[in-house]
């Protein structure tokens, strides 16, 4: 195994493009180093980022949103009061993840990267609307976030091509996001069911949405028709219940160790009310 | 020995910290896999990924070409012609002609790395014919099912049943018909439980050197180390007293450690290896898939119930299976699912079944919590059908002294009775509930077992203590027998030092097992401790010239007995010691037995449970544990026993299970699948100490570690039904099984 520590997203797309065998990208290491201590994978090349300038940091961009470097930790995101007030949703999908010594390592690139449909940030990324900026061979591109997982633990990544940045849109007004999972204990645990809701209130009606739902398909999922339930609503009980029905038409789980089909199905409309009630308050200015 | 009338203890019933306290929390403590030697070799484990399949060829050439391997070793290294549970032992270290589970050790190596070790171990060429399998209890003794084992039952199986049966029983007294016949409510239902493992939280880990000579050492996590020992030469055809063990600190056992499964491959490596130390640590997916969980149930019960709730006729049918080998705890849970009731008819009927899963091993109290779960689920039903209050219903049916238990002998002093009174006074019965929660009540019963045991005290030259015990610590046991050593010479408890030896430092001790460490240890520690007060007496009788029979031991020094034996000043333990040289050398006591007294325990539980309507999910709101502990000795460690067991049973209640695929591989063999609960997941669980002494023990202990595991399950069964009217029969409780069961009944 060849360990790297370039110093610029060009230069680890560079030695990736050139790589010949198996590569790996590490920045927390909360997956990679994990499954090479239990022999899942053994890296030819592995290309640690966190030499990199401003992995680890979190900055607004010029447009009111923010740009989330590829190594900064989750208990980063949590301590950072701009980012906890424009989007809590996507916060406590990533502080959902491990422990809080894993909280010290893992980061929101690399959860997404991993590729799992149970990945908790990822339902509120793609929910919140974000998106990531790549950087290959070829130069850099930006991609939303829901295109990245293409099955479980394949990405749309080419070879050569890493993440370089996460981007979260401005907030705006009257805005709210929640990220609510289903799992059997209270903490320690890989969601069964993971639903994320993003909406605007003018008043008391939803005028935008975005649901995403995880761990009900191969991958996380965007679901218009569910947020289409909802626009134009106050949130009603009726609203409620289409948005349920929505998200779980949504889903094509399957049966195994972790919940059965129509378990998953069913929570996943039960967890989407709750959460679009969440959003609803924080968007009303609930800091809850 | 009786010592009840000592009304006020200085020592016994306080809560100093426990001996082995500072070590453990500075990580200094060292366990299993902390114990290293010059010349060092690593062992990793070729284990089979098919549930049940020949073995055709075994290619281990690669592996041995491999720089740094020292030895590799299949079945063909161990000795041939082993009979009953040594050939048991023996299959399970190492599979011979199939392997019987996914998990099963087929090859093993050792390296001067354990990377090199695991690099060689997928060297290993195995072919491997599939053959069909079979995992669940019921399936297994249907007619077409695959036979784990020609030939396997013993004696007590009547001719024509399904071959996978290996051990049959019946037993129970009186006409259960004629009491069903009596009864105005008569109920049956089926029950099932999953296998759950013992999560003990340090993996198995040894360290073994066996030589050609046949002489060896091992070092080595265990409950037990007579039983290593014992089982390891037994395995490997060696002289038993030429294996010398020694125990490490323990981080968990609950059973699960009373028996070998990895330990005889260390010692056969190191003899291939040419004597050099061979370390093996198990991974957690090792300890998942190839160490003994408890058995998997199914049970019928069948009660006859007065509408005063007067128990007339019970009778329980339970299949089990403990893995590929006979030894499920099938007897222990019919024996134990209907003791704390009084029945005139009565009747049980077991069977012991193989399937294509890991062997199973003892895991606190085992057997009863599954029996529990059938007999006090169905009470609880019955109760609801009758309009009977639960608690009052098992005080009306309560066994008490001089009653005959249903599995047979006469009780002697129990405190069931006491017990159910004190869960009744207790403030958490009368919290309101508010919607979608729900409270259970359900009782449970464990023995107290005595079992070999051998232990030595020596007063030092200063007048302090220390005392070697044979049995290891895994809750307080140290602490606790300290207190009682103390209490007995009259000295401070911390001038007791009690120390857990290895296999040459005593007589063969069974292990810490069956509740009974601090019961039979904690004996002998007093019977020894009197033994070196009749010698230091006699010192002092000699010193002043008086007769022996005239010399009292008080508060830690002899003193004459009253005016006529003399008129002398007490002499301290110190002063006897510090001239033991020169009265007759070396001050120590002894004592050896099977001791007799055990006191059993009988506990109660009340849990108020939550349920998410939507999602099934149970949240454990507030947790009762009243239990009979005879006498606490240290109270702190007895409330630690009593959580620690409700802990366990709420995790078998509510997501601990094992999960197999279609294959008949185990799916989730690691933590984050195997769902223990977390420490959030669970309140501050109360506890209530009744105290009943058993007049068996000197300070009146009774066996404490076990029951505490044994009502949880039909607690929380009962109290999910009060929150959402939904009965569950099959663990776990599972919130899709919840939710499922809440629709299923229109909710």
């Not at chain 1, 592995?46 to 680890?56: E, N, R």
């Not at chain 1, 378990?263 to 308050?281: H, P, S, Y």
């Not at chain 2, 041995?64 to 299949?74: N, Y």
């Amino acid at each position: 195994m060849r360990y790297h520590t370039p110093t610029t997203f060009e230069d680890a797309a560079q030695l990736a493009a050139q790589a010949k065998g198996l590569t790996r990208f590490l920045a927390g290491g909360t997956d990679v180093l994990v499954q090479m201590r239990a022999g899942m994978v053994q890296p030819d090349d592995l290309i640690d980022l966190k030499k990199i300038a401003g992995v680890a940091e979190i900055t607004a961009t010029d447009d009111g949103g923010w740009r989330i470097g590829v190594a900064v930790p989750g208990i980063a995101l949590g301590a950072h009061e701009g980012l906890c007030a424009d989007w809590p949703g996507v916060v406590e999908g990533m502080e959902l993840v491990g422990s809080t010594q894993i909280q010290g390592r893992a980061t929101l690139t690399g959860n997404l990267c991993n590729g799992s449909p149970a990945a908790d940030s990822v339902p509120g990324l793609v929910a919140a609307g974000a998106s990531v900026e790549i950087t290959g061979p070829d130069g850099t591109r930006n991609v939303p976030v829901e295109e990245i997982p293409v099955s479980p633990g394949k990405t749309a990544l080419k070879a050569g091509e890493l993440i370089s940045a996460i981007l979260l849109p401005p907030r705006g007004q009257n805005a709210g996001d929640a990220y609510l999972r289903f799992i059997p204990r209270t903490e320690m645990d890989i969601a069964v069911v993971g639903s994320a809701v993003s909406l605007r209130l003018d008043g008391d009606t939803v005028t935008e949405a975005r649901v995403a739902l995880g761990a009900v398909a191969p991958t996380v999922k965007l679901v218009p028709e569910a947020a289409e339930a909802i626009i134009g609503t106050t949130l009603d009980e009726a609203a409620l219940e289409a948005l349920a029905k929505a998200a779980s038409a949504a889903c094509s789980p399957i049966d195994d160790k972790r919940g059965t089909v129509a378990f998953r199905t069913e929570v996943a409309g039960v967890l989407t009310k709750r959460a679009a009630l969440i959003a609803k308050a924080r968007a009303k200015g609930d800091t809850a | 020995m009786a010592k009840d009338e000592f009304k006020e203890f200085k020592l016994v019933g306080t809560r100093p910290d426990r001996p082995d306290g500072l070590d453990k929390v500075t990580g200094r403590a060292r366990y299993g896999a902390d114990i290293s030697a010059p010349g060092m070799l690593w062992a990793a484990v070729l284990r089979s990924p098919h549930a049940h399949a020949r073995i055709v060829r075994i290619d281990t050439s690669k592996a041995e070409a491999l720089t740094g391997v020292k030895a590799v070793i299949t079945r063909a290294d161990f000795p041939t012609g082993l009979t009953g549970e040594d050939w048991n032992l023996q299959e399970n270290t190492m599979a011979g002609e199939r392997a019987l589970y996914d998990g099963h050790a087929v090859a093993a190596v050792a390296a001067t790395s354990k990377l090199r070790a695991e690099e060689a171990v997928r060297l290993i060429e195995v072919e491997y014919e599939v053959l069909p399998h079979v995992i669940d209890v019921d399936d297994a003794i249907k007619p077409d099912a695959p036979v784990i084992r020609e030939g396997a039952a013993d004696a007590t199986v009547p001719e024509g049943m399904p071959p996978n049966v290996v051990r049959y029983m019946e037993f129970g007294r009186g006409d259960v018909e004629a009491g069903f016949a009596e009864a105005d409510l008569v109920m049956e239902k089926t029950y099932k439980t999953e296998a759950t493992h013992q999560g003990y939280i340090e993996p198995h880990a040894c360290m073994g050197q066996l030589g050609a000579d046949g002489k060896g050492e091992m070092w080595v996590c265990t409950q037990g180390q007579w039983f290593i020992r014992k089982m390891c030469t037994a395995v490997l055809g060696l002289e038993t007293s030429q294996l010398r063990v020694t125990p490490s600190e323990i981080g968990g056992g609950f059973g699960g450690k009373t028996t070998i499964f990895m330990e005889p491959l260390s010692l056969a490596l190191s003899k291939k290896a040419g004597g050099k130390p061979v370390k093996l640590v198990m991974s957690r997916s090792d300890v998942l898939r190839a160490t003994g969980p408890t058995a998997s149930a199914s049970m019928d019960v069948k009660i006859g119930m007065k509408k005063d709730g007067t128990i007339t006729g019970a009778r329980a049918e339970f299949r089990m299976q403990g893995g590929a080998f006979p030894g499920s705890p099938v007897d222990m849970a019919l024996y134990c699912c209907f003791a704390p009731y009084k029945l005139k008819n009565v009747e049980h009927v077991g069977y012991d079944v193989l399937a294509n899963r890991p062997k199973c091993a003892a895991y606190r109290a085992p057997g009863s919590p599954m029996g529990a779960f059938a007999v006090e689920s169905l009470l609880d039903e019955m109760c609801r059908e009758l309009g009977v209050d639960p608690l009052d219903m098992r005080l009306k049916n309560a066994v008490r002294e001089g009653d005959t238990a249903s599995y047979g002998p006469k009780y002697g002093s129990i405190g069931l009775v006491e017990t159910l009174e004190a869960t009744k006074a207790h403030p958490n019965l009368s919290i309101p509930l508010g919607p979608n929660q729900g409270r259970g009540i359900a009782a449970g019963y464990w023995f107290n077992h005595n079992g070999e045991t051998s232990v030595s005290l020596a007063i030092s030259e200063d007048g302090t203590a220390q005392v070697s015990v044979g049995t290891p610590d895994i809750g307080g046991s140290r602490a606790s027998i300290a207190l009682m050593t103390a209490e007995t010479l009259g000295i401070p408890y911390e001038d007791v030092r009690v120390n857990v030896v290895e296999t040459g430092a005593l007589g063969v001790n069974e292990p810490t097992h069956g509740s009974r460490a601090t019961f039979a240890s904690g004996k002998a520690a007093v019977v020894a401790a009197g033994h070196a007060i009749t010698e230091m007496c006699r010192r002092a009788a000699n010193e002043w010239g008086i007769d022996p029979e005239a010399v009292e031991w008080v508060d830690g020094a002899a003193q004459p007995a009253g005016d006529n034996a003399g008129k002398f000043p007490p002499m301290t333990i110190a002063e006897i010691a510090g001239k033991m040289g020169s009265t007759g050398g070396p001050i120590s006591g002894h004592h050896e037995s099977v001791p007799d007294g055990v006191g059993a325990s009988f506990g109660c539980h009340v849990v108020d449970v939550e349920v998410d309507p939507e999602t099934g999910r149970t949240t454990i709101l507030r947790y009762l544990v009243v239990q009979d502990a005879g006498r606490a000795i240290h109270p702190a460690y007895v409330e630690g026993q009593y959580q620690g067991g409700a802990a366990q049973g709420i995790g078998w209640a509510l997501n601990e299970a094992y999960i197999y695929g279609e294959d008949g591989r185990l799916q989730n063999s690691v933590f984050l699948d195997y769902r223990v609960p977390v420490a959030s997941d669970l309140p501050m669980i109360d506890t209530v100490i009744v105290e009943v002494p058993n007049p068996g023990h000197p300070y009146g202990v009774r066996g404490v570690g076990e029951t505490g595991i044994t009502p949880p399950l039909p607690a929380i069964a009962n109290a999910i039904q009060e929150a959402t009217g939904a009965r569950l029969c099959e663990l776990p409780m599972s919130p899709p099984k919840v939710l499922a069961a809440i629709k299923a009944k229109g909710g």
